[in-house]
C-alpha cells in the first residue's frame, strides 16, 4: 500500500488502506479495554458498597418502624390501631430522604408528634369512654405546638434524625456518583491525534511484520499520557472526593450513627408518652383553654394488628450485628477506596507498565523502527504538560470530563 496514511515506512510494508483503517479502529478498542479493565475493581468495590449500605439503610428503616410498632402494641396496646398509620407514614418519609426525596426532616418529625398528640391525650392524658370527634383532634393537633406536650423530645429526635439521616443521604449520594464516574471515564471520547498515535505504536510495527515488538517505555507514556490527558485532570477531585468520604464517614458515628438514632427512636416516643402522662393534669387545662372540655362518643378501641413474630426473627439477627457491621463497613470500604485515591494521576502509567510498553533494557518500538531506547523527552501527565508531547496534539478539555469533576465539586462540597 503506497497511500498509508500513518504507517507509512521506508522499509517495505505489507499493510493496505483498508488494513491500516481496521487496525486503528482496535488501537482505539485495545486501550478502552485496557482502561475498562483496570477500572473494574474499584468499580466493583464502589458498586457493591452502594447496594450493601442501600439494603443495610432499607433493613434499618424496617427494624425501627417494627419496634415503634411494638411498643404501641405491648405499652399503648389501646392507641395502636390509631397510630399505626401515622407510624408507618413517619418511616416512609425516613426512607424517601435517605433515598434521595427533597423532603424535610423537621417537617415530618413534626407532623408525626403533632399527629400523636390527639391519640394520646384520649387514651394516656384522658383514658376512659374516649373517641374525640375529628373537629376536636384537628384543634389538638394544631395546638401542640403551642402545648408542647412531650417536651423538648421532639426537638431531640428532629435534629437527631436530620443529622443522621443527612449523613447517610449524602453517603449514598456520593458513592453513586462514584459510579458515575468511573463509568463517564471508561467510556473516554478519543481525538482523531490520539487514535493516530495509538495506531502507529501497536499496530504499524504490524506491517512491518515486527509483530512481536512492544512499545519502548517512555514512547507509550507520551502516547497514552497525552490521549489520557484529559482523564488526568480528574485526579485533584478524585481525591478530594476520595477525602470527602473519608471525613463524612468519620463523623457517621455515635449519636449520630444512623442505626443509632433509627432504633432508639421508639424508647423517644415512649419517653414522650411518659411526659405526657405526667404532665396529664396541666396539658387538660391548656386544652380546655384552648379547644374546650372533649365532645366524646364511647367506642371499642380495636386491638392491635401488627404482626410482632412475622419479621421480627430475621431482623432481630440483622439488628444485634448491624452496629457493628454499619461501622465497620463503612471503615473497611473507606480503607479500601483510599487505596484507590491516586487512580486517575497515575492510569497512563500504570496502561503502559503493566499492559502495553516492553520491559526495561529490551529492544522496543519507538514509532519507526525498533531501537535500543526512546530519545524523545517524556511529558508530564495532564492537558498543560501537553504542549511540548512529540507524539500527540492536545486540544482543550473534554466537555465530558469537565462535566463530571463539577459533580465531583459539587458533591465535594454537600
Not at 401515622?86 to 416512609?92: L, S
Not at 418529625?109 to 374516649?130: C, E, M, Q, W
Not at 459510579?179 to 463517564?184: A, C, F, H, S
Amino acid at each position: 500500500g503506497v497511500d498509508l496514511q500513518v504507517c507509512s515506512s521506508k522499509n517495505p510494508t505489507c499493510c493496505t488502506k483498508k488494513m491500516e483503517e481496521r487496525y486503528q479502529i482496535a488501537a482505539r478498542q485495545d486501550i478502552q479495554q485496557v482502561i475498562q479493565a483496570t477500572s473494574a475493581t474499584l468499580k466493583f468495590l464502589i458498586s457493591r458498597n452502594a447496594a450493601a449500605f442501600q439494603e443495610t439503610f432499607e433493613m434499618l428503616i424496617k427494624l425501627a418502624e417494627n419496634y415503634t410498632s411494638t411498643l404501641f402494641c405491648n405499652a399503648y396496646r389501646d392507641m395502636a390501631a390509631e397510630a399505626a398509620a401515622h407510624v408507618q407514614e413517619f418511616f416512609t418519609d425516613v426512607g424517601l430522604f435517605i433515598f434521595g426525596t427533597d423532603v424535610s426532616t423537621e417537617e415530618f418529625v413534626n407532623r408525626f408528634f403533632d399527629t400523636l398528640f390527639p391519640i394520646a391525650y384520649s387514651h394516656v392524658i384522658k383514658p376512659g369512654l374516649t373517641d374525640v370527634s375529628l373537629e376536636y383532634a384537628e384543634c389538638l393537633r394544631m395546638a401542640t405546638r403551642d402545648i408542647r406536650p412531650f417536651g423538648s423530645i421532639p426537638k431531640v429526635v428532629a435534629r437527631q434524625m436530620g443529622r443522621s439521616l443527612l449523613l447517610s443521604q449524602t453517603f449514598l449520594q456520593a458513592l453513586n456518583l462514584g459510579i458515575e464516574v468511573i463509568n463517564t471515564t471508561d467510556h473516554l471520547h478519543f481525538s482523531k491525534d490520539c487514535s493516530r498515535a495509538l495506531l502507529r505504536m501497536q499496530y504499524c510495527p504490524h506491517c512491518q511484520g515486527l509483530t512481536l515488538s512492544k512499545p519502548c517505555m517512555g514512547y507509550c507514556l507520551n502516547v497514552v499520557r497525552g490521549c489520557l490527558a484529559n482523564l488526568a485532570e480528574v485526579d485533584l477531585h478524585w481525591r478530594g472526593y476520595v477525602q470527602s468520604l473519608e471525613e463524612l464517614s468519620s463523623a457517621m458515628h455515635g449519636t449520630y450513627d444512623l442505626d443509632h438514632v433509627l432504633l432508639n427512636f421508639h424508647s423517644l416516643v415512649n419517653d414522650a408518652l411518659i411526659q405526657a402522662h405526667i404532665n396529664g393534669p396541666e396539658l387538660s387545662e391548656q386544652v380546655n383553654k384552648i379547644c374546650g372540655p372533649p365532645v366524646r362518643k364511647p367506642t371499642q378501641s380495636p386491638g392491635c394488628s401488627f404482626d410482632q413474630n412475622k419479621d421480627n426473627q430475621g431482623l432481630k439477627m440483622f439488628s444485634r450485628d448491624s452496629e457493628e457491621t454499619l461501622a465497620n463497613r463503612r471503615k473497611s470500604f473507606v480503607g479500601h477506596l483510599h487505596l484507590y485515591r491516586a487512580f486517575y494521576g497515575g492510569l497512563a502509567d500504570q496502561l503502559c507498565a503493566n499492559e502495553l510498553a516492553a520491559a526495561d533494557g529490551l529492544p522496543c518500538w519507538n514509532g519507526e523502527d525498533v531501537v535500543r531506547s526512546y530519545t524523545h523527552r517524556v511529558v508530564g501527565s495532564g492537558i498543560k504538560a501537553q504542549s511540548g508531547n512529540p507524539e500527540v496534539k492536545v486540544k482543550g478539555t473534554d466537555p465530558v470530563i469537565s462535566q463530571i469533576i463539577d459533580k465531583l465539586k459539587h458533591i465535594i462540597q454537600v
